[in-house]
């Protein structure tokens, strides 16, 4: 193997350029050369390649975003398109591609690999967390840090005005972002897709803090919950308590930018370095994954077959700390 590629689709997340620039000097380290694909499989199909170098990806690590940058392409989805796209990977000479993205990126890089026999090896990254087969996925850390932050500020406005506020998080239709911040945040009530959402329970619970003398409270909800999303349960909480005072933020795509924590540029690095040392050993159609501190190589459909379950333990602690 001579020449390797590697691109970012999907949403972004931070960490992604630290798992660019891992992916860079790694294989330069072996002796390979780098070709950069910007704007995801739209820039495959396009043939927007450049070559990278170790000086191309200097001083990115706390940078979010992606420098290759990101976009969704309506083309790929066709075989016409991944047909386009497969022979600009030979055309560049690109004998395997690393593709940073979550499972919608990975479906893609297994038609390319099914298709047309690119060699294909995954990185998870999407603030969600919720790629099947590994237990983190690059930018979750942050996106909970940078959720937490707003919301510990919430708290000090509600606690000075005696208001409850219903905070909106992402996290597509899981609720790992919501669990994490909820427990983290000391808020009242999380309602995540994974548990059905008693909105009753939840406002007979808030009445009850009211009437022991509680003045503010803080209501997480992930924006795929079953209720329909935070201005809905402000609605409801308006309507079935005695709180005068109901506040709604959705927090939305805050979460997504911002320089990546410590973690985050950790795991990104051990990802896009194993997902190189993949390649170089002839691995095909497999991800990076995490899993106990260690990492690895997983087939890359589990990433969509094998579903991520919310910590119960994490649930329950959720619950009896709430008082």
Known sequence: MKRIGVLTSGGDAPGMNCAIRAVVRTAIYHGLEVMGIERGYAGLIDGAARQMDARSVGGIMNRGGTILRSARSEAFMTPEGREFAAGNVKRFLIEGLVVIGGDGTYRGAMKLADEHGVSCVGVPGTIDNDIGGTDYTIGFDTAINTALDAIDKIRDTAASHDRLFVVEVMGRGVGFIALSVGVAGGAEEILCPETASDINGMCARLELGRKAGKTSSIVI??????????????????????????????LGHLQRGGAPTAYDRIMASRFGCDAVMALIRGEKNVMVAAEKGDIMTRPMSDSWTLKRELNPHLLELAKKLVV
């Open 221 to 250: 909800v992930a924006e795929g919950d079953e209720t329909g999303g935070a201005v809905q349960v402000g609605e409801q909480i308006k309507q079935k308590t005695h709180f005068t005072d109901v506040r709604v933020c959705v």
